[in-house]
């Protein structure tokens, strides 16, 4: 008879190594294997989670006026002790100049090349600005003079990996001109996929505004509407590089690399892999830039010495429209409340925003539900902190996207019931703050709605998310409503330039027909006078 074998001391020994290796994961740092980039892995997050609750999202509420007070600081100038000679100014921007960008304009286009095509169904941009010229009416004459303008689009995971964003970025630069995939973060507490932006980053931690008790504390007024912050000392690296994916995303010729060094730090910044420059920055309590001019593919930057918080960097290049990305998952917009309002306007003064899109409230709907007021009360909120942040800019408050949601009874899906009510309270935050509103869930009905893009592939089968089929059409809708707006314009301006030159033609007519009727006249009185000369020297003769 056989003796039964214990395999009591080999289970744990494999214990002991699953365990060993699933806590090992964690310290392998992130590293990009054939043109992917592979992320950190910590297989116990989950667990970590349960424990406690700094990784909980919190909302935030409305602090409107610790955002007037941080605003007002901004304006008051500091002291200065009368000196013989004053300090040097702390640098907020950084240059390196490799080749000048050439100042060349795009032609602007006629109306007729501008307008949707034929038969597209248009979802119009409904304006509410009481003003004479209101900001959204700036915003598109800006376009129409072809003036660089940047978007900045805030949202929740409708749009995250620039899903909707990526299209409407390259059909505004391929009509407008820009080129670029604008802001990327420099790191995110979490893995995910964007084809538009190669994204390579290691050595950093990284934060989210929806996780601040995760945030140091000293770091928790310094973000900006992006979301994410990444503090880093040194060896800390990201390198972003252009994709393919879009005709518009490479040719680069700006790089702009946003940070925050309290104390002083040293960097280095390399282009495409090959040139490189160290920059010292000096300690201060303000965002700064290193702004790169050169034909850029690749840019990468490297913490050398000291401690450095990075936002992210902005690839662009050309004259035209730069669109930046800014989703934050699980953000019912709330967030931006969490953000600072003074570095939101230091980089708004570095950036310059034209126009900020608000895209909200996917997640708040519960099915049958009508009544949102206190999201609009919310929303009204957002509204006016997106106002004091970027005051030149016009704001469009996105309706809620079309949703539906399986029913216990039949097991089937179906219209979640509170799309028309919240789209209407958001529309009417938007009329009571004066801003300009479009109804994403009318323009998804111009395609058949939420089944249809399930039906098509454009949607996921929680018939909530749309993927980037989806935000393809989504993305070619509100461009069609830009472009309409923009054709009006163009037109009217086309008509005033046809009537000015019909005035010009006829009163060139008047003249001419004055003209013509003095010579006459001066005609007649010549052929009388020659008349009476001749009756005159018969007489004398």
Not at 184 to 189: A, E, G, K, L, T
Not at 253 to 264: E, F, K
Request: with cysteine; proline share 4%; aromatic share 8%.
């Amino acid at each position: 008879m056989m003796k039964r074998r214990n395999y009591t001391s080999r289970m744990l020994w494999f214990t002991a190594a699953v365990v060993v290796g699933t806590v090992g994961l964690g310290f392998i740092p992130p590293f990009e294997l054939q043109g992917m980039s592979i992320e950190s892995v910590d297989m116990l997050s989950s667990l970590r989670a349960a424990t406690g609750d700094d990784d909980a999202p919190v909302e935030y509420e409305a602090d409107l006026e610790r955002l007037e007070q941080e605003l007002a600081a901004m304006d008051v100038e500091p002291a200065v002790d009368v000196i013989d000679t004053l300090p040097e100014p702390i640098p907020v921007r950084y240059e390196w100049i490799v080749a000048e960008e050439p100042m060349v304009k795009c032609r602007v286009p006629l109306s007729e090349e501008v307008a949707p095509a034929e038969g597209m169904p248009v979802v119009p941009i409904e304006d509410f600005d009481t003003l004479e010229v209101t900001r959204y009416e700036r915003f598109i004459d800006k376009l129409a003079n072809m003036e660089d303008v940047r978007i900045a689009f805030m949202g929740d995971s409708f749009v995250e990996g620039d899903i909707l964003t990526s299209d409407l970025r390259h059909e505004l630069q391929t009509l407008l001109g820009g080129r670029g995939v604008g802001f990327v973060s420099c790191d995110i507490p979490f893995a995910t996929v964007r084809k538009s932006v190669k994204r390579t980053s290691s050595g950093w931690t990284a934060y989210s505004v929806m996780k601040p008790k995760g945030t140091p504390e000293v770091l928790r007024d310094k973000y900006f509407i992006s979301g994410y912050l990444a503090e880093g000392r040194s060896g800390a690296t990201t390198r972003w590089a252009s994709t393919d994916a879009f005709a518009t995303l490479d040719s680069c010729t700006r790089g702009r690399v946003l940070l925050y060094s309290r104390d002083s730090s040293r960097l280095l910044v390399e282009i495409n892999d090959t040139l490189s420059r160290e920059f010292e920055i000096a300690g201060d309590d303000q965002v700064r830039e290193i702004y790169v001019e050169a034909p850029i593919d690749a840019l990468r930057i490297k913490v050398l010495e000291g401690s450095v918080v990075c936002y992210g960097a902005s690839l662009e290049g050309g004259h035209g429209v730069t669109v930046d990305n800014f989703s934050v998952r699980s953000n019912n917009g709330h967030a931006i409340f969490g953000t600072g309002a003074t570095v939101n306007r230091q980089i708004d003064e570095m950036l310059g925003y034209d126009l900020v899109v608000l895209q909200y409230g996917l997640n708040i709907m519960q099915p049958g539900q009508r009544t949102f007021s206190r999201y609009r009360d919310q929303l009204r909120d957002m509204i006016a902190y997106a106002e004091r942040c970027f005051p030149d800019a016009a704001i469009l408050v996105l309706g809620v996207s079309d949703r539906w949601v399986k029913s216990e009874e039949s097991g089937l899906y179906e219209p979640i019931g509170s799309v028309d009510a919240l789209t209407s309270y958001q529309r009417a935050a938007a009329d009571s703050t004066h801003v300009a509103f479009w109804s994403t869930s009318d323009a998804m009905a111009t395609y058949g709605g939420m089944s249809r893009f399930v039906a098509n592939g454009w949607a996921a089968r929680d018939y909530t998310h749309i993927n980037f089929a989806g935000g393809r059409r989504v993305a070619e809708a509100l461009a069609c409503a830009l472009r309409s707006s923009l054709a009006a314009e163009l037109s009217s301006r086309e008509a005033e330039v046809r009537r000015i030159a019909e005035e010009a033609e006829r009163k060139a007519l008047e003249r001419q027909m004055l003209v013509d009727r003095n010579l006459g006249a001066a005609t007649i009185l010549l052929d009388k006078f020659t008349e009476d000369g001749a009756s005159q020297v018969n007489e004398m003769e």
